[in-house]
């Protein structure tokens, strides 16, 4: 996988906006239609959120698995999008797009922050819900990347280590859940009483060993180097707790950015479509959680059927005559045998 570029300029047939699994797999049905491509996105990675926030925990809305842990969904699709050489996908990942504009004499030009710029005859924006920015502590800043955390990258660094969860969504108890056969301790710290984690979660919480804080706050962080220790209040009550990793799960504030000035026709911080992915400029196509349309379903695997419709959509446009349909797989399997 080529993340590194250091060229001022490139041309593609079509350029993903967002190396999630939609824009992924809008980079493996490109290849599959012949057409060059490339994926953009600010994460290091591949993966988008799911990479970047929850890649220990279970999918179950997929098809063709029961349930299946979001690093190895993203780990199958960079596989899948690796086959179809010698049309795979060259990869810009830790690089921000911050403008489109329209090519000459046709197509788009996209601006990345570094002035580098990818020419494309056609556009997916597969941003996900937009960009990220964590909700935060300010007793937590200082030990950002010494102990404190927005997510779980992998489980097994926290063998043996007393873990803090600050927070009472879905995220917060799914990490404790996950930490407590690998962590010596885990301590759930909620400001509330009530979570609003799913029930059935919260009460395997309480029935897994877990210290649960309710109605309390970490209220500042200590450590040489490192964080070793927090302190908790709870009501009049102030404790201090051995911690040598905190897992801030306060949840994210996502943001457009640069693309809410690029001329396309918004409804609710979300990009409109028609029926065929297209947005109101002429080659530019949305997929995903980015995208709206009466009657979207926000599923993963409805995501995956966008990618498809905008890519095979393109395919059309930028070579007239071609078919709508893609040949099937099957035959293609063929072909490359023989």
Same mark, same amino acid.
């Given at each position: 996988?080529?993340?590194?570029?250091?060229?001022?300029?490139?041309?593609?047939?079509?350029?993903?906006?967002?190396?999630?699994?939609?824009?992924?797999?809008?980079? /493996?049905?490109?290849?599959?239609?012949?057409?060059?491509?490339?994926?953009?996105?600010?994460?290091?990675?591949? +993966?988008?959120?799911?990479?970047?926030?929850?890649?220990?925990?279970?999918?179950?809305?997929?098809?063709?698995?029961?349930?299946?842990?979001?690093?190895?969904?993203?780990?199958?699709?960079?596989?899948?999008?690796?086959?179809?050489?010698?049309?795979?996908?060259? /990869?810009?990942?830790?690089?921000?797009?911050?403008?489109?504009?329209?090519?000459?004499?046709?197509?788009?030009?996209?601006?990345?922050?570094?002035?580098?710029?990818?020419?494309? +005859?056609?556009?997916?924006?597969?941003?996900?819900?937009?960009?990220?920015?964590?909700?935060?502590?300010?007793?937590?800043?200082?030990?950002?990347?010494?102990?404190?955390? /927005?997510?779980?990258?992998?489980?097994?660094?926290?063998?043996?280590?007393?873990?803090?969860?600050?927070?009472?969504?879905?995220?917060?108890?799914?990490?404790?859940?996950?930490?407590?056969?690998?962590?010596?301790?885990?301590?759930?710290?909620?400001?509330?009483?009530?979570?609003?984690?799913?029930?059935?979660?919260?009460?395997?919480? /309480?029935?897994?060993?877990?210290?649960?804080?309710?109605?309390?706050?970490?209220?500042?962080?200590?450590?040489?180097?490192?964080?070793?220790?927090?302190?908790?209040?709870?009501?009049?009550?102030?404790?201090?707790?051995?911690?040598?990793?905190?897992? =801030?799960?306060?949840?994210?504030?996502?943001?457009?950015?640069?693309?809410?000035?690029?001329?396309?026709?918004?409804?609710?911080?979300?990009? =409109?479509?028609?029926?065929?992915?297209?947005?109101?400029?002429?080659?530019?196509?949305?997929?995903?959680?980015?995208?709206?349309?009466? +009657?979207?379903?926000?599923?993963?695997?409805? +995501?995956?059927?966008? =990618?498809?419709?905008?890519?095979?959509? =393109?395919?059309?446009?930028?070579?007239?005559?071609?078919?709508?349909?893609?040949?099937?797989?099957?035959?293609?399997?063929?072909?490359?045998?023989?």
């Amino acid at each position: 996988m080529e993340t590194t570029w250091s060229g001022a300029e490139t041309s593609v047939d079509v350029a993903v906006v967002g190396a999630g699994p939609a824009g992924l797999y809008a980079a /493996y049905c490109a290849g599959f239609r012949g057409l060059s491509s490339v994926i953009v996105d600010c994460l290091p990675e591949p +993966g988008g959120q799911i990479a970047a926030l929850y890649p220990e925990k279970k999918i179950h809305d997929v098809a063709g698995h029961v349930a299946v842990r979001g690093r190895e969904l993203v780990d199958n699709l960079v596989e899948q999008v690796a086959q179809v050489t010698p049309f795979a996908p060259r /990869y810009l990942l830790g690089r921000t797009v911050v403008s489109l504009a329209p090519g000459e004499p046709a197509g788009w030009v996209i601006g990345l922050e570094d002035g580098a710029r990818v020419r494309a +005859g056609a556009v997916v924006i597969a941003a996900g819900l937009g960009r990220p920015v964590p909700r935060t502590l300010p007793c937590l800043e200082p030990y950002l990347g010494r102990g404190v955390a /927005y997510h779980v990258p992998r489980l097994e660094e926290h063998r043996g280590r007393d873990v803090v969860v600050v927070g009472g969504g879905d995220s917060a108890v799914d990490w404790a859940l996950a930490l407590v056969p690998i962590a010596r301790s885990v301590t759930v710290v909620h400001r509330r009483s009530a979570f609003r984690a799913h029930e059935h979660s919260v009460r395997q919480l /309480y029935t897994t060993g877990v210290r649960v804080l309710t109605d309390a706050q970490v209220t500042a962080c200590h450590g040489a180097d490192r964080l070793e220790e927090v302190r908790v209040r709870a009501g009049e009550e102030e404790r201090t707790l051995p911690a040598q990793a905190l897992v =801030a799960a306060l949840g994210f504030i996502t943001q457009l950015g640069p693309i809410a000035d690029w001329g396309l026709r918004l409804a609710n911080r979300q990009i =409109a479509v028609d029926r065929a992915m297209r947005t109101n400029l002429p080659g530019v196509y949305a997929v995903g959680d980015i995208c709206c349309y009466e +009657g979207r379903v926000p599923l993963l695997s409805v +995501g995956f059927g966008e =990618a498809a419709t905008a890519v095979n959509h =393109a395919a059309v446009e930028l070579r007239p005559g071609a078919r709508l349909a893609p040949e099937h797989s099957t035959d293609r399997e063929a072909a490359l045998l023989s």
